[in-house]
């Protein structure tokens, strides 16, 4: 006769597991794709403070969701990197160049005939996937980071490495008039001013754009892999292989490495290249298994030195107008202004700068007085293309004077008896220690308001 005792176990046994079993499925549907990364349709997220409604790869490695924005109950649809403390944004949805930020309670929904769709709390459509030819049977959220939209023949229709924002991840690829767009600034996912374009001709370019248009000034980057002497070694496609390479594939089968001998293990490191905000194109790598404060570390970038590659036929310069760019140890760019000048947008550096003071011909006259101006001596800066004239050969002094007297004149520098005098606004303004220059900015002594009021110019719109 069997023991009670252990029949009355293997019955606790017994109705734990159903139990467990049961529970199951009262678990939401996202729950069951964090263990395969597989989505069904019908499936949907929720934006919400607690940030608890996700899809994750199978590792966990990725998370697909609403990720928050401060404090203000914002949420971009994005993807990031779910197991390190800096949850890096890698992917996200935008719209007619600006970011599909939601509010909270909006929902993203895997549809089978539009494919991701976001929605506001009210219904409105904020931002869909689409897809090509056909019906979307399930989603993936894979490993690489890609979120794919798949038929029933496992088919892609649609997947988020073929439509890029700002960063590229190992095993995905740029075709021609493929490109990376940069964000506004490190909190504002908008389009910003910057660009990396594999063009029709194969040359791997970086350019600034002038907003709100999409028209691109000439690169302050190129690799040249453009058709030579030797047949086919235009540029192809760019490659992020899953070892950590970053190389423009010819078409003949060569490649252009972006960076001779940098590579770091991508089996030990997540590795990630991306377009700052400030037009730095950097490659990074942040250890898997850490302990303490690690963050992530730069492998290389391109240009070395954007303060000085930016010149007039590439566009106004990453700090924006009457600004100067210093750069730093890391080679990202800071941007200040010089005395008697204040930020544009105090919350944004990288948007210029504006005179505290009012300058011109009429309003000097207005003032009633000859002593109007100090003048502040900068060393090494230079503003390269805002000059209207030329003097030479010329005396410091004599610079400092002809400007002092000019009511045109806002800046004046001098280098190898060479003067040349600057009206606002001042474009391109960087730090360079090889120029051995002087610069006289005129200051006024009184901002306070005219007796009699005068037009003054606009600010530019975009900067």
Avoid at 128 to 133: C, E, L, V
């Amino acid at each position: 006769m069997p023991n009670q005792v252990g029949v009355r176990k293997l019955a606790m046994a017994f109705t734990v597991r159903l139990l467990l079993f049961s529970s199951l499925f009262l678990l939401p549907v996202s729950v069951f794709a964090q263990t395969n990364g597989s989505i069904a349709v019908g499936d949907f997220l929720t934006a919400t403070a607690a940030n608890s409604s996700l899809w994750l790869s199978p590792s966990g490695d990725f998370a697909f969701g609403f990720f928050p924005l401060g404090s203000n109950g914002l949420f971009l649809l994005s993807i990031w990197y779910a197991k390190i403390p800096d949850r890096t944004i890698v992917w996200y949805a935008d719209r007619d160049n600006e970011a599909a930020v939601a509010p909270k309670g909006s929902t993203v929904n895997l549809t089978a005939n539009s494919g991701l769709v976001l929605r506001s709390p009210q219904g409105e459509e904020l931002w869909k996937s689409g897809t090509s030819a056909g019906v979307v049977a399930n989603g993936v959220m894979n490993d690489t980071g890609n979120f794919v939209l798949q038929d029933r023949n496992s088919e892609s229709l649609w997947e988020t490495f073929n439509n890029p924002t700002d960063t590229l991840l190992p095993g995905q690829t740029l075709e021609r008039s493929g490109k990376l767009s940069s964000r506004q600034s490190e909190t504002n996912y908008s389009k910003g001013r910057f660009q990396l374009l594999l063009q029709e001709d194969g040359n791997l370019v970086l350019s600034t754009i002038n907003l709100p248009t999409n028209f691109a000034n000439e690169p302050y980057y190129a690799t040249d892999t453009t058709s030579g002497t030797v047949a086919g070694s235009e540029g192809k496609e760019l490659v992020f292989n899953v070892s950590g390479y970053l190389y423009v594939l010819r078409e003949n089968g060569g490649k252009y490495n972006l960076a001779v001998g940098e590579v770091v293990s991508a089996r030990d490191n997540y590795i990630r290249a991306t377009l700052n905000f400030d037009g730095i194109f950097a490659q990074y790598y942040h250890p898997k298994n850490f302990t303490g404060n690690v963050s992530w570390t730069i492998l290389w970038s391109e240009p070395d030195n954007i303060c000085q590659r930016i010149t007039e036929s590439s566009g106004v310069g990453v700090c924006g107008y009457n600004s100067i760019c210093t750069l730093k140890g890391d080679k990202r760019p800071t941007c200040g202004c010089p005395t008697g000048f204040s930020l544009l947008d105090p919350n944004d550096p990288y948007r210029g700068c504006k005179p505290d003071f009012i300058q011109g011909c009429k309003e000097d006259e207005l003032s009633g007085t000859k002593d109007l101006y100090d003048v502040e001596v900068l060393i090494n800066t230079d503003w390269p293309i805002s000059d209207y004239v030329q003097l030479k050969p010329f005396t410091a002094e004599k610079c400092n004077e002809s400007c002092f007297q000019d009511c045109l004149c806002a800046v004046a520098i001098f280098r190898s008896e060479t003067c040349w005098k600057k009206k606002l606004p001042l474009s391109n303004g960087r730090v360079d220690v090889s120029l051995n220059s002087q610069a006289f900015i005129k200051v006024r002594k009184d901002n306070s308001t005219l007796p009699i009021s005068a037009p003054q110019l606009p600010c530019p719109d975009e900067l």
